[in-house]
């Protein structure tokens, strides 16, 4: 059984800076996607970035050149390196996994759905 589980979040003044972490346990599959999504009260869930077993990596584009999405294989983590935080960062985020739909000419495409889900973390940034 998979779990995921997110923490990190908290609240900061505008241009600081966070760092998110999730633990994904019970995933025994050798390819992976890996992603971070965000939703704001009264907004739709959006997918902030994205990471597969190949490390490439997808940013939307609020969050292009601010935010870093990485992963430790040895500690079986990803983490979200969220720099120059704004107002509107301000979400619930959420940690997904969940097996690439198919590889094609070394590039893994990833689900638009994914199974695996966290509880989730708030961040708060303030004016």
């Known amino acids: 059984q998979v779990q995921v589980v997110e923490s990190g979040g908290g609240s900061v003044q505008a241009g600081g800076s966070l760092r998110l972490s999730c633990v994904a346990s019970?995933?025994?599959?050798?390819?992976?996607?890996m992603a971070w999504f965000r939703q704001a009260p009264g907004k739709e869930r959006e997918e902030v970035a994205r990471?597969?077993?190949?490390?490439?990596?997808s940013y939307a584009d609020s969050v292009k050149g601010r935010f870093t999405i990485s992963k430790d294989n040895a500690k079986h983590t990803l983490y979200l390196q969220m720099n120059s935080l704004k107002p509107e960062d301000t979400a619930m985020y959420y940690c997904?996994?969940?097996?690439?739909?198919?590889?094609?000419?070394?590039?893994?495409?990833?689900?638009?759905?994914?199974?695996?889900w966290g509880q989730g973390t708030q961040v708060a940034v303030s004016a």
């Open positions: 997904a996994i969940d097996a690439p739909l198919f590889s094609y000419a070394e590039t893994w495409y990833c689900p638009l759905e994914y199974t695996y």
């Open positions: 019970g995933y025994t599959y050798p390819n992976y996607c």
């Open positions: 990471i597969d077993s190949a490390l490439t990596t």
